[in-house]
């Protein structure tokens, strides 16, 4: 990613921001998947902060009031002591809001990147990661945003560990989106303070295979290592459509059906939910969508079909 923040302070601002799956099942809090699914700007300096969006959501993207783009921007400038310069964003979003699919990981970031740029703050990529890491409260969806592929985070007091593979792995990614939202906060209120020894080892145990799956490539080990026991059984109820998918993961007519090839790899609760994602073989399986909406029982669902992205682009435009 090329950083000119300190020798172009004023210079348009351009940014691509993927969407995010995180926790893969197990991997609650520690991975997180970026989809070729974005959320581009493009910023310059203005009399006024004005937003003009398109896309998805795009008039949550466009108010000003409460706009976590620009919450973001503004405060992290006035920790540091600057005047945030008033920015007019061109905004495109593909991300869906509330869903499970990282939009605020996206938003957060965008706003430190932008502080970063119009602030003259010159942070390495490494410090505004762990800013937008630090306001989500967990790093997973920030971190696989900045960084693409399968990134696996560990955020300390003191640090923020990364670890990314699977950048190239060219696995469908496929997402039905219900069409009511679930705010992430409600989402992690439901889950418990403590858990059994038993849930724990084999989230573990999950885990581990999950990382190893992605790093050498090995879709027949998602079905199994895509299984939870810490998050998806205590959101199932705000999350209705994922008891009805994950048996996709492992119903035998579904994977063996010569109608359905490629085959459906695993299936998870994306990010906090409620959106669930079903990872194929290939990508963009075109018989999927239409058994995803027999599956769930409605013919209205909405099911975007994506790819795994390499993660954040942004830089500062000339003009
Ligand atoms: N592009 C955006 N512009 C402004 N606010 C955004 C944007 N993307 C996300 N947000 C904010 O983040 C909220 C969604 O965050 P959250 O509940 O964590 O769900 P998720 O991150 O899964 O989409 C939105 O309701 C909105 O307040
Ligand atoms: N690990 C978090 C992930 C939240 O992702 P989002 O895309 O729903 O914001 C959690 O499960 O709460």
Known sequence: MSQSTAKDPGKPYHLRLPAT?????????????????????DARV?????????????DQCARLEDNLIL???????????????????????????????GSSASALLAGVFLANHFGKLGWAGQQILEEACLREGHPDNVAACYLGGMTASLMSKNSLLTATCGEKLAWGLNLALPSASLATEKARALLPPAYSREDVVANIQSTALLVAAFAQGRGELLRTAMQDRIHQPYRMKACPLLPLLLPL??????????????????????????????????????????????????????????TISGGALGGALEG
Request: proline share 7%; with cysteine.
């Open 71 to 101: 919450t973001t921007y503004v405060d992290v400038l006035a920790v540091a002591g600057v005047l945030a310069p008033r920015l007019h964003l061109q905004i495109h979003n593909e991300i869906p809001l509330g869903m499970g699919c």
């Open 21 to 41: 799956s995180a926790n893969l099942g197990p991997g609650f809090d520690a991975l997180g998947l970026a989809m070729a699914l974005y959320l581009t700007i």
């Open 46 to 58: 203005a009399d006024a902060f004005y937003i003009e969006a398109t896309g998805r959501d795009a």
């Open 249 to 306: 993961a492992d119903d035998p007519a579904i994977v063996s059906s010569k109608i359905l090839s490629p085959k459906i790899l695993g299936v998870a609760l994306s990010g906090a939910g409620p959106s669930v994602l079903i990872i194929t073989e290939d990508a963009r399986p075109a018989a999927l969508p239409a058994i995803i909406r027999q599956v769930a029982g409605d013919p209205s669902l909405e099911v975007l079909q994506t």
